[in-house]
Structure formats: C-alpha cells, structure tokens
C-alpha cells in the first residue's frame, strides 16, 4: 500500500467541512439511524466502518440526497445548508463512488468521463473529439493515470480503470467545486495492483484538501489510510477517533459489540486421503499446475488478479478444457458439467454474488436448496417442499443467517446474508470438495466470522477446500497451504503456517528475497 | 397497496363479471353462456398455459399461434390422405414437439434471443402451414367426423364440453409439472438467474429445450382443438392465439409479488380475456372498439401493478 499516515496537512482548518449531527432515520418503525453524527474535516480520509444492517448504506442515501432523513442538520464550513436531494448534496460539493460503478460500456472513456455534461462542441453542434479525449486525458493525467486512451470504449477497461473513470468524472463536475467525496467499498473489485494506485490517487485528493469518507469493510485498508474512523451499530454512532486513537481489535468490538474471536489455533494436521491429484496441468489460461489436495486441508490459490485462481477452481466445476497433464479426483475422471459436478459432491461459491450467485426475486428456501432439489425429490421427480424448507432452516442456524422469513426473496437480505444463503447452498450437500472463489466479499466482520467458522467445520469433518481470496489476512488463516499463481503459471507452493501478509505478497510478486524471510 | 398488487386483478375479473350480469341480466350468467364462455376459451388456455412454462424461464415463444395453424393443417391434410384420425393427431402433435424443440435449440445452444429466434420460427411455421395446405382451407366432407364430433361432445355425466375438459386437464399438468415436481423448481430458478442457477447445477440448456418442446406441443394440441371446433383448417386460423396468450400471462403475472408466471394466475387472465370477449360481443360492441378496450384493460392492470411496486421502493 502506497497511502502515507500524514494526517491533514497545511495549517489546520478551524472547522469541519461539512459536519452532520443529529442524523435520524426510521423506515416504517425500524430505526436505521439514531441520532447519528459526522464531521468531514478538510485533508482528511474519514473511514466509515460497520457491519452490514448497521446503517452505513442509509447514512450514504442521506448523504446523497436519495433518502431524505426524519432529523438532520448540516453544516458546511459553519454554515447551516439544506440536504433533502442530490442538487444539495452536488451544492455541498460531494461526490460519490458507489460500490456498482456506474458507467456506459458502450461509450469511450472521455464521454463517460463527461457524461451528464454538455461535451465541448464544433459549430455550436457538432461533437468536438479531439478536445473532448484531450480534456478526459488531463482529468486522467491529474491522478497520474496515463496508461488509458480516453477513445477506447469503457467496457473493455479492468474495474480499476473503472474506478480511475469514476473518479475523474467526479472531478470534471464543473457546476460546484469537489470538496468530499464519498468512496463505497472502492476496492471491493479491485486487484491489489490496482487498489495500491487507488490509494495514491485517495491521497493526492488529500494532499488536495478534499475530504474522504471512506466506507470499507477491509481492516488493512482503514487502518493504514484513515485519518479518523467512526463505527456504526445498530443504527446509532459506537465510536468515532482519531488516528492513534483506535486499533484493529478496537474497531471489531465497536463494530460488534463483542470481543475478537480468538481464530481457533490452527495446527499442522496430517493430510487425509488425496481427493485430488493435478500433473502438469494446463488450460487456455493455466500452465503446469502439479499439486495434490487431501481431505482435510484448506489449499489457497493466491496471486495478482486474474492469475488463473477462478479458471483453476472452474477447472474443478467441469468448465474449461484441459491442454496438457491431467487432473484426477479420488471420486473418478474431472465433472463435466457443473450439474456433474455438484452430484459428485463438489460444491461451488462463486466470485459475482449477483451475477453468478443469488436468484434475488426467489426465496432464501429455493435459493439454498437449488443444487440439492434431487436428492430431496419424491419418486418421480415430486418436490418435497417440507424436506427443503427443513433443509434450509437448519442451514440459516447453522450459519446464523439474519432473516424474517425464509420464504422472503434474498434480493431483500443484506450483502453479506445473500453469501451466507451461498454458503448454505454449497453446505447442504456436506461437499466433498469446496470450491471457494472470494467467499468473503464484502462481507462484514461478523458475517466473516460465521463464514470462516462454516469452513473450518467442513474441514474438520474431512472435506477439502479450495480457496481464493483477495484478502491475503484470510487467505493466511484459512489456509493449509497456499498455490501461487503468476499469468496462470504455478510459481510456488507453501504452507501457510509461519507465512505473513508480507510474506506472501513478496511471493506473489516475485521478491525471492523477502520471501525468504517468511 | 399490497393488496392492490395482490388481489386487484382477481378482483377486476369478478368487477368484469358482475358489470356484465347487471348489464345482461337475462343471458349473462346462464349456464349456457358459461358453458359457452368455458368453450370458447379453452385453445386460448391451452396456448397460455403452455407459454407459461417457457415465460417462467424468462422467455418467449411468439411462434405458437403459427405452430397451432401448422398442426391444424397437418392433421387436416393427413385426414385428406385417409389417415387414420388418432396417426394424424400424433403426427400433428409430433410436429409441436419438433417445432418446439427447434425453438429450444435455437435459444439455448445457438444463443438467439427467445423474441428474435421465435419471431422467426412463427414466419417459417406460417409459411410451411400455407405450403402443407396449399394456401387453402381444407373442410367439409375432408374433416372426418370422429375429430370434429369430439369438439361438440362433453363429457359424459358431468355436462363439461369436452374441449373445456382438455383445457382443464392441460391446466392440472402444467400445474403438477410447474408447481410440484423439482423440474419446474428449477424452470423457476433459471428465471431467477440463469447463470447462478448453471453454477448451482441446473442443466440450463437441456432444461430450456424441454420447455419449449412442452410449449409446442400445447400450441399444436390447441391448433387440432380449433380446427375439430370449426371443423376445418386453414393455415392462419391459429395466429390471433399468440398475443392473447401472451396477455393473459402477463395479466397473471400481476398477481404475483415477485412478477413470477403462475400458471393458475393465468387461469384467470385467460378469463378476464374471455369473459370480455363474451359480454362485449352479446353488448353488440364494435369488434375494433373491442380490441381497443382489451388492450387498455391489459396496460392497466399491468401498470398498476407496476405501479405498486413503485409505492414499496
């Protein structure tokens, strides 16, 4: 991470830029925010942290204007403003960078980076290209992003590109001068690579004098940018401090209200049987991969975005074709299908929860018993719809789902309770083999925490996981050992035990010599 | 609001049927215009019950008015070349399924999208319904007794027109397949999300191609309904069934609070539809006006249950 700990720089402002008090929100008698207060000092990244429900995501509409608050004042630079839509919050000079970036595939770079603006024109009609990539490429080159040509279309760029589009467009917004901007769960896309670049963008905005209210979930990131944190739960305000004035065990009891729970030692087992037995693996993506996995062990495939991690865990799914080697399972020859798959006991979580993950309209129920549906079924093919729901409940437990009803549709969950019906998903069948790609996703604390505790229980009872994740701090606790991948070549094959963040970043990087120090 | 969402458009159905009982108090709730009513309707349930199946996957089949015509005509032709009327009816029946699965394929291997891939079907299967037939009606002493008798027969002790009893069985199966077995859970679930549920194990593409076989043979099991009630066929006869069936998913679709198709839903958007058809024609309504009507009543039912959704945002 390339962010400094300079806190705000320059002479210090008397007062915040924008200080919000007595924040109130109720939805229909539920409270999602109980006199909540913020202040967004001048040259400062302000972190907002808390679990999933706890009213961050409200306390952002309200920001934004979209939700219009029950008690709210606002003041910018000591001044009393309005704040009951987006042209007050524009006024105040936010800007925001929501979690689904929203930008135009099909059009280049510079229109998205214009888009919602008049473009600079030719003829008082005609669209002046070349001065509208030249202003998209200095609204670019003012983050030191210098690598993107602003007449390539969008689509085609990485989500940190994305990011990096977003970003200048917020910029470019002419009508009222930056003066906060609002990140949410920036990096929960990004590669490390890219997230490092982010981060140095963040903190030219700083040196700036902008304000940044950084919301994440990630404890590394908080507590190497923020300059000030505040907690949220249940709605109401649990801490908020100053750097120095906070650290990692601190923030997870603000945010749950309990202390850490102690990760259970993890011990050096002796591997089970093999379940799997890869020689000389090769794909379109893949080269040489030779690993075995035991029942029992957790292997973490680790390495820079796109390395091959997901193609190497679709390998197991039955996607992809095999070039060269071969990959063999304790249970008979590689699935085909993923259908095939899932009936041999290999159960999948995937890296898109939206995309490839959740059927929002359908219920918790109907989503968690999917793949399992045969193996509850009546003779000939009848539902048996009082095995599913059984099925279903005792996995919500087990997991500690928060809901109302299991027959309502998982769109209406929190984030990180649609991964937990994932979870229960892939649980039900007591897999064999687990394939995990990014389980923890934006997913808060507590959430994480019954999800880790899922995994090490399937482990104990003699399953294998796969796992990836962009959090090396979890890849670490989970992992037996770890598989480096590098452009889909494997580059080494450790164990976890006595392995650091560091560590495994010089590995995955390629510095043999800090490696060693591991 | 809710309840609106819910329940407003079963209670349009029963506002629709008591206007018409004020307004025609002497013919309207007769037990012969319903058994009419129950007649008239049946091909177009039989037809809306079979695109439910492919709707619940979130697609389309545009082509099933033009595969009813098909099959019509086929049956009729081989009556003309003196086959025996239950070969003629399998064979026409055969004809759903292949059209049905060339849809299937179309959509699930090859990748078209359901509206483009069927909307050119319906213009192949229009046209090999004008080439089978010649561009004639085929009628008279051609249609054989035996199939066009059944249209006029009901079934025995009950009084139900036979027509209407098939229409309920295709309705008892489609409910059984949609609602009670794993199959149609997870129809339901690639109409969720398709590509979550090909991850959770679900056979996307065999599955798509089962449906829409299922949906062509509805459509050609209501093409041979149509041509025994007239007692002839004609390589159009078919075609207005299609958007009729469409409608009456959507009016269902209403009544669902995820949006979900429903196949008893659109039970009763088949009957909102037929029961208009019905009071309108005895009130003496212009048949163009009627069309205007039909069609606003379909917008508003859909747009207020478009508009509740809003009011929960």
Do not use: C
């Not at chain 1, 214009?114 to 490429?137: S, Y």
């Not at chain 1, 090396?472 to 450790?494: F, H, K, N, T, Y």
């Amino acid at each position: 991470m390339t962010a400094t700990t300079a806190g705000p720089t320059g002479s210090a402002p008397a007062s915040p830029l924008i200080a919000l008090s007595g924040l109130s929100k109720t939805y229909g008698g539920a409270v999602a925010l109980d006199d909540v207060g913020l202040d967004l000092w001048p040259g400062e990244v302000h972190a907002l942290m808390g679990e999933n429900g706890a009213g961050k995501s409200t306390l952002i509409r309200v920001l934004a204007g979209v939700t219009p608050a029950d008690r709210i004042r606002v003041r910018l630079q000591g001044r009393a403003v309005p704040l009951s839509s987006p042209a007050d919050a524009a006024a105040i000079g936010l800007r925001f960078v929501h979690q689904e970036l929203n930008i135009v595939p099909h059009l280049s770079v510079a229109e998205n980076i214009h888009l919602g603006r008049p473009a600079p024109r030719r003829l008082g009609f005609a669209v002046d290209w070349p001065r509208l990539n030249a202003q998209a490429a200095a609204a670019l080159a003012r983050f030191g992003v210098s690598g993107i040509d602003p007449a390539t279309p969008a689509g085609r760029l990485g989500m940190g590109d994305r990011m990096m589009i977003r970003l200048a467009a917020l910029l470019a917004e002419a009508d009222t001068p930056a003066r906060a901007f609002v990140l949410d769960e920036p990096t929960a896309a990004l590669t490390h690579a890219e997230s490092a670049r982010l981060f140095a963008v963040i903190d030219g905005l700083r040196r700036d004098g902008a304000a940044i209210l950084y919301v994440s979930h990630r404890m590394d990131e908080v507590m190497a940018l923020s300059d000030r944190v505040t907690v949220l739960r249940d709605g109401r305000l649990a801490m908020t401090a100053p750097r120095g004035g906070f650290d990692r065990a601190g923030l997870i009891a603000a945010m749950t209200g309990r202390a850490e729970m102690a990760a259970p030692a993890r011990t050096a087992a002796a591997p089970g049987a093999v379940l799997a037995q890869a020689e000389g693996l090769a794909t379109d993506t893949l080269r040489d991969l030779s690993f075995t996995l035991h029942a029992g062990e957790v292997l973490g495939v680790a390495g820079l975005e796109n390395a091959g991690q997901s193609a190497l865990l679709r390998l197991f799914l039955g996607e992809g074709r095999l070039r060269a080697g071969s990959l063999r399972l304790a249970s008979g020859a590689r699935p085909r299908s993923p259908a095939q798959a899932w009936a041999r006991g290999i159960a999948f979580v995937p890296r898109e929860r939206r995309r490839e993950g959740v059927m929002p309209g359908r219920s918790i129920t109907a989503n968690t018993v999917l793949p399992h549906l045969a193996a509850l079924a009546g003779p000939p093919g009848l539902a048996r719809p009082r095995a599913e729901v059984r099925m279903a409940a005792r996995l919500a437990g087990a997991l500690r789902l928060k809901f109302r009803r299991l027959d309502q549709p998982v769109g209406s969950l929190s984030g990180g309770n649609q991964q937990k019906v994932l979870f229960a998903r892939a649980m039900a069948g007591d897999p064999r083999l687990l394939l995990l790609d990014d389980p923890t996703r934006g997913v808060d604390v507590g959430a994480r925490a019954d999800i880790h505790a899922a995994i090490r229980a399937r482990v104990a009872a003699g399953g294998a996981v796969l796992l990836t994740s962009t959090d090396l701090a979890e890849l670490l606790a989970l992992s037996d050992r770890i598989l480096i991948l590098r452009d889909g070549s494997q580059v080494g094959l450790v164990p976890a035990l006595g392995l650091d963040a560091a560590g495994l970043l010089a590995l995955i990087y390629g510095m043999a010599g800090r490696a060693g120090a591991a | 609001m809710i309840w609106l969402r819910r329940y407003g458009t079963l209670a349009g159905l029963a506002a629709i049927v008591l206007f018409f009982s004020v307004m025609l108090p002497e013919t309207f709730l007769t037990l012969r215009n319903l058994g009419n009513i129950g007649q008239q309707v049946s091909m177009l349930a039989v037809v809306a019950f079979a695109m439910t199946v492919v709707m619940v996957m979130g697609d389309f089949d545009l082509s099933v008015g033009a595969m009813a015509s098909l099959s019509g005509v086929v049956a009729a032709v081989l009556f003309v070349h003196g086959w025996p009327v239950p070969l003629a009816l399998a064979a026409a029946l055969a004809v759903g399924v292949i059209g049905g699965i060339l849809n299937g394929v179309l959509v699930a291997v090859v990748g078209i999208l359901p509206f483009v891939a069927t909307l050119g079907t319906l213009t192949m299967f229009g046209g090999a319904a004008s080439l089978v037939s010649d561009g004639r009606t085929i009628f008279g002493r051609d249609i054989p007794e035996a199939f066009s008798g059944f249209a006029k027969g009901t079934v025995p002790g009950l009084g139900l027109p036979a027509l209407t009893a098939v229409a309920l069985a295709v309705l008892a199966l489609v409910w059984v397949l949609l609602e009670q077995t794993t199959w149609g859970r997870r129809l339901y679930a690639i109409g969720g999300n398709a590509e979550a549920a090909r991850l959770a194990g679900v056979r996307v593409i065999r599955l798509r191609i089962q449906a829409f076989a299922l949906t062509g043979l509805g459509a050609a099991a209501a093409g041979l309904m149509y041509a025994a009630r007239v007692a002839s066929a004609n390589p159009t006869q078919g075609n207005g069934l299609m958007l009729d069936a469409i409608a009456a998913v959507f009016l269902g679709m209403t009544m669902n609070e995820e949006g979900a198709p429903r196949v008893l839903a659109t039970l009763v958007g088949v009957l909102i539809l037929a029961v208009l058809d019905n009071g309108l024609t005895q009130m003496s309504v212009d048949s163009y006006v009627r069309e205007i009507l039909v069609g606003a009543i379909i917008l508003a039912a859909v747009g207020m249950a478009g508009l509740g959704g809003l009011a929960r945002r």
